[in-house]
């Protein structure tokens, strides 16, 4: 599966929640408290996801770190023991670390907007245009744009990496 994808950190999401909620063409879906593990694997990132309320997933996705819109590729797959595997991961490659947050999620024709509290990070906002036979990549980068350019007022410089890579980079680098 394919989707394109953009983040933004966000000082504050208040003013970003007033636009969402105003918006005719966005609506909200659901609010979910999410856990990642991360394992340590050589290429691509690895993790294991754990949401209130839904099974938990292992999610494997190859993506750029780079601040503009950039395509991830990405499989996942619905766990019926996640804790045996969580042991198996950590024993094959070692566990890189874990993020938490809380989503809110709404959605904007095929693209889902992550509106993230992640703990130790902040808040900060993402989209992803989900690439489908229904959505080209061109329907997917046009709709990118589209949210985009609707939420100008509220977007700051997008940011490159996931969050494992900003909560380790915390970790490194205290303030």
């Known amino acids: 599966m394919q989707n394109i994808e953009i983040k933004y950190r966000l000082n504050s999401c208040r003013y970003i929640k ?22 340590n694997v050589p290429e691509g990132r690895l993790k294991i996801r754990f949401q209130e309320g839904k099974p938990a ?12 819109a950039r395509i991830s590729n990405y499989t996942i797959e619905t ?16 566990i890189l670390g874990q993020v938490e947050k809380w989503r809110e999620l709404y959605l904007f ?18 989209f992803e245009s989900v690439i489908t036979p229904e959505t080209s990549h061109h329907i997917a980068l046009q709709n990118l744009n589209n949210l985009q350019e609707v939420l100008a007022s509220c977007l700051t410089n997008p940011i490159d990496g996931s969050y494992i890579n900003l909560m380790l980079n915390q970790k490194r680098n205290p303030s």
């Open 18 to 39: 007033k636009q969402l909620k105003t918006h005719s063409e966005i609506r909200f879906a659901e609010q979910v408290h999410q856990r990642d593990v991360y394992f």
């Open 57 to 68: 997933q292992l999610i494997y996705y190859f993506r750029e770190d780079k601040s503009t």
């Open 79 to 94: 766990l019926k023991d996640p804790i045996r595997k969580v042991k198996e991961l950590q024993q094959q490659y070692g």
């Open 109 to 126: 024709r095929n693209v889902r907007i992550h509106l993230d509290n992640v703990t130790h990070l902040g808040w900060f906002l993402e």
